[in-house]
């Protein structure tokens, strides 16, 4: 408990200080006010989308959207993964093609997408729901992989079926890559999901950062930026964090 609020103040002090040298820089530089608003400029900005209440549905569209591929990462990719990663033969093919598919992020192919899909709801989700599945999936894959052949072996001298070897060893063996994988799917896809927002222009975090620089509402994009990044240190901290530390300490004990 020590330790936690010692972490805390120490953030706290790093907060008020960057705050007070970006009044003092704003006050004193000589920049036009929309180059470089002040913290109270960022203020105003967010207590009026919340009295208009604009930012609640940016919020609430742009967490539907991740939470829904977060949902599609876990009920397909993580069962795709094990399916792939149950023969070796099956693994050895998929993993450049996996690793070929997360390497070229969503992001990337947006143009493409834009120009399949169209400048609507469909596309930000195609793009954010490529960029979450493919780590699940590649990461799910490395994690059955991973599992010693000896466990394996184990129980089938014990006379053990094959879903009993995947439901006892395999799945658990496997659980830390599939934490990771969906953490680091979910912060990929956090990312895609701004810029998708950002160029198709449908409600959400992206989209009020870009519509607010065409009218340079510099304090609306400043806002924006510190929403979403906040928004992801919640998630990230309080969430998907403990969630994988938790499944490491339980089922983190395989070696290779």
Known sequence: MERHWEIVSTWVLILAATIAAWSLGAATLPVPDYFLPPPSAVLSAFVELIAKGMLPIFVAESLRRIVLAALLGLFVGVPIGLLLGVSRVT?????????????????????????????GERTILVAVNY??????????????????????????????????????????GALPNIAMGVRLGLAYGWRALIAAEMLVGANGLG????????????????????????????????LLRPLEEATIARWGMVQR
């Open 131 to 172: 960029t979450v599945l493919f780590p699940v999936i590649f990461n799910a894959l490395l994690g059955i992989r991973s599992v010693p052949q000896i466990y394996v072996n184990a129980l089938r001298t014990l006379g053990a079926s094959r879903w009993r070897i995947v439901r006892d060893v395999l799945l658990p």
């Open 91 to 119: 693994a050895d093919f998929a993993y450049p093609v996996l690793n070929f598919f997360q390497s070229v992020s969503g992001i990337a192919w947006l143009p493409l997408m834009l120009i399949w899909f169209g400048f």
């Open 207 to 238: 989209f009020m950062i870009f519509n607010a620089q065409t009218f340079h509402l510099t304090a609306r994009i400043m806002l924006g930026m510190g929403i979403i990044g906040a928004l992801w240190v919640v998630l990230d901290y309080f």
